[in-house]
C-alpha cells in the first residue's frame, strides 16, 4: 500500500477531499519523522512502537575483496516493534504446518570404471 493508496482509501471511508486527507497524512508522517529525529519513541496504540537505536560498530565485507575487512561506523536506526493486535493480525498470515514426507533416498550415480594406465 502506498501514500496514496491511503488517502484515497480513507477519503472514500470518510467523505473528504482528498487533498485534505493528504495533507493530514503527510503532516502525521513528518510529526512522526520529527519526533524521531528528536532521539524520541512514538508509541501508536494497537499499532506499534518507532524507536531510535544505536547499532554498534561491527566489520563487514567487501563482496568484491572479501579478503579486506571494511569497518562499519555505529549508527542510529529508526526500529519498529508491531503492537499486539498487529502482530497478531500479521501471525495469522503464517501457512499451515503440512506434513513433510521423508525425503526418499536416491543411490549415488555409479561411476564408470576408470581406464587401466597407458
Known sequence: MTKRDLVVRISNETGWIQQDVLKIVQRT??????ALANGKKVELRNFGVFEVKLRKARVGRNPKAPATDVRIPPRAVVKFKAGKKMGSSVLALTPKKTAVKPAETVAPPVQPPAAPPA
Do not use: K, N, W
Open 29 to 34: 508522517f513528518d510529526l512522526i519523522s520529527e
